[in-house]
């Protein structure tokens, strides 16, 4: 698959961080450019969700840079904000409100004014298959349901960078072809994606580039139409295994 465009829309370098003596993050270096989907694979403890909240300045780094789009996470304003998408760990939505009423709230976070975050909170209710569930409290929704409020909450403002943290988690299949098909779709508008996975064959679906991630670092890519990915997968990480200390 073809990238659209040139434009570095996040960007780590050399980026390590340490919780104590444990180091979590180490010399990280990726780039994901405009119009592309780069998937992040690896097991658990890897570091995929710390990179995504270092790239969303939940946390800071350490050592090295981190920009999103050109901007530094840990002091970037509000309104540059707005074209951040984000799905990490889990999807917030305040359990007493209605899928509605959380979609219009986020639509209003990322700087709709409030007929506009109305519009969209409608819009992408439709778009993830959610409008029979659309005044219903979030408490009360399936795994998979709550799941899709927090894409299309990720989704609301038609962002310009989407950071999707294990996107397929209790999706069914229905689901997962409606984030496939969005996810295509923001590539298509000039959208930088970066998504962390478990799942290869999914993963291979809609990825441009895939980074594997083991112990911290990044240490080799596979092809999204290459033969047997679960084989190359296991054999970077075992090669990367017998090579540490």
């Not at 990179?51 to 840079?65: F, H, I, P, Q």
């Not at 959610?130 to 038609?158: K, M």
């Amino acid at each position: 698959m073809a990238v659209s465009g040139d434009d570095i829309l996040l960007r780590c370098a050399h980026a390590g961080k340490r919780y104590g003596t444990r180091r979590v993050l180490e010399d990280i270096t990726l780039e994901v450019r405009e119009g592309e989907v780069h998937a992040l694979v690896g097991l658990n403890g890897a570091g995929k969700t710390t990179l995504m909240r270092l790239l969303l300045g939940m946390v800071r780094a350490d050592t090295g840079a981190v920009r999103v789009a050109g901007c530094d996470p840990s002091v970037m304003e509000a309104r540059h904000w707005a074209g951040v998408g984000h799905l990490v760990e889990v999807p917030l939505a305040y359990p007493e409100l209605t899928v509605t009423q959380n979609l219009s709230i986020a639509g209003r976070l990322a700087g709709l004014s409030r007929p506009a975050a109305a519009r969209a909170a409608t819009r992408w209710a439709e778009e993830f298959a959610l409008t029979g569930w659309a005044r219903s409290r979030a408490r009360t929704l399936s795994l998979g349901n709550r799941q899709r409020v927090g894409f299309a909450a990720a989704w609301i403002a038609d962002p310009r960078i989407l950071i999707l943290d294990e996107p397929t988690n209790a999706l069914d299949p229905a689901g997962i072809m409606i984030v496939r098909t969005l996810l295509q779709r923001s590539r298509e508008a000039g959208a930088a994606a970066l998504g962390s996975s478990h799942h290869l064959d999914e993963v291979a679906r809609v990825a441009d580039r895939i980074t594997v991630m083991n112990g911290g670092r990044l240490i080799g890519t596979l092809d999204p139409t290459g033969i047997d990915l679960e084989r190359q997968f296991f054999d970077l990480i075992y090669a990367d295994s017998q090579a540490r200390p």
